[in-house]
């Protein structure tokens, strides 16, 4: 409004003494006033030959309600700065979507998920639309056409991408306002930036994986060295004693051990049993020489 409690002391003070100087110093002290709180000047001036009398009782009257004014205009704005204080801890938004016309009020903090600054544009569901993932697109249309014609509320967690190009990972709800034919005329809901949370689990999940790879190739390596490195040097020995039969025991354990580790290393793949001919090379390996 632009009028200060201390501008509206003074109209009163000048409304007060206007009662002994006449009615010209009331309707100039007046005029704040009554726009603050809506009475109409001609109002306040009529009857001008009783008004002396009634000046202080009408001035009070508009004061208590333009300072009720302010007081509830300032507790609004300060309930609006706690809102979006907390939605910004929280990293979270809102939105209410009025079907009919298409217009949708989103929250400072939800324009700034998305990448922008507060109130830079009509967030219309086009507009919406636009920023969800390609690959996401067709699901959530088809959450919100399936809570539309339900009436049921929703759930779901979605991919943006931002101007920039990054991708945030959002967990979002609604639920539909319904007319009192039980018409759906607006989706509200939240919308949480869950991104930080879902990088982490995928990175425990990457190092979880590469941990139980290593658990596999250290189990590989001691299954190579205990069955395979160990009878091919038994069978050495047993040559280099001239003692072919021995040798030949060694080296047909090697093998068979080698063939069960490939086995165990490659099947089931895929849900199938290793075959024979699978391993089958298309041609001949070859080795070097030592």
Request: aromatic share 4%.
């Amino acid at each position: 409004m632009g009028t200060s409690p201390e501008s509206l002391l003074l109209s009163l003070a000048r409304i007060c003494a206007s009662a002994t100087s006449g009615t010209r110093l009331l309707a100039e002290a007046a005029d704040p006033l009554t726009q603050l709180a809506g009475v109409p000047a001609n109002e306040l001036l009529a009857g001008t030959a009783e008004i002396e009398d009634e000046t202080v009782e009408i001035a009070l009257s508009l004061v208590d309600q333009a300072l009720a004014r302010l007081d509830a205009e300032s507790a609004l704005r300060d309930l609006n700065a706690r809102i979006d204080n907390a939605q910004q801890l929280a990293n979270m938004g809102d939105y209410d979507w009025h079907i009919a016309t298409d217009t949708n009020r989103w929250s400072d903090q939800l324009f700034r998920i998305y990448g922008h600054e507060p109130q830079a544009f009509e967030p219309n569901y086009e507009k919406f639309l636009s920023f969800i993932h390609p690959h996401d697109r067709d699901r959530i249309t088809a959450i919100h056409q399936h809570a539309y014609s339900t009436g049921e509320p929703y759930e779901m967690i979605e991919r943006i991408v931002r101007p920039d190009g990054e991708v945030r990972y959002l967990s979002s709800n609604g639920q539909v306002i319904t007319d009192d034919n039980g018409k759906p005329v607006r989706m509200r809901g939240t919308c949480i930036d869950i991104t930080d949370r879902v990088l982490a689990e995928q990175e425990r999940e990457a190092q979880a994986s590469r941990a139980q790879e290593e658990q596999v190739r250290r189990r590989a390596a001691l299954e190579i060295n205990d069955n395979v490195v160990q009878g091919l040097t038994a069978a050495i020995y047993a040559l280099e004693m001239d003692d072919a039969e021995s040798s030949g025991t060694f080296l047909r354990r090697t093998l068979n051990s080698a063939r069960q580790m490939i086995t165990d290393l490659v099947a089931p793949l895929d849900g199938d049993e290793l075959n024979p001919g699978d391993l089958v090379r298309t041609r001949p390996s070859s080795l070097d020489e030592a």
